[in-house]
């Protein structure tokens, strides 16, 4: 009877570390998965209202980026390449961002014309932010 007791106790055991082994998620797919529920936060309110020349239309999710698409109108006093500087320093500087580039989640900003086509891109990694922070220190 006790034998009987404690196998069923080592099944159970390893039929539950079956489970949850088959269960665990790598930090990529992790990072997939929070990327699409990023762009899904970000589309949710897409398009947002004009700033300046700028507005953002939608974004997707490709593996742990979360692509930010957002349209210039032309002829604001910003020109695209220091607003997706300056969106990036935010992005870095965000408390909230912070922790989810660190574990590897990705931005990019593309900003283009109002024909479509591409003007910047910028991309936001933990790279990235380290180096602003680096400039910003020294």
């Known amino acids: 009877m006790m034998i009987r007791t404690s196998l069923k106790t080592w099944f159970a055991a390893a039929v539950a570390a079956v489970i949850l082994t088959g269960c665990a998620k790598s930090p990529d797919e992790l990072n997939n998965e929070l990327a699409e529920r990023r762009a899904a936060v970000i589309n949710a309110k897409a398009p947002y209202p004009k700033v300046g020349q700028y507005q953002i239309m939608k974004a997707k999710a490709h593996q742990s980026i979360v ?6 109108g032309g002829g604001g006093k910003v020109p695209p390449s220091k607003a997706a500087q300056a969106a990036a320093v935010n992005f870095c500087n965000d408390p909230e961002l912070t922790p989810m580039v660190s574990e590897g989640l990705g931005y990019m ?21 380290k180096q602003i922070s680096a400039q910003g220190a020294s």
Do not use: A, F, H, K
Request: aromatic fraction near 8%; proline fraction near 7%; charged fraction near 20%.
């Open 109 to 129: 900003i593309s900003i283009l014309d109002m024909r479509g086509r591409p003007m910047v891109q910028q991309p936001i990694n933990e790279q990235y932010c």
């Open 67 to 72: 692509e930010i698409t957002i349209l210039y």
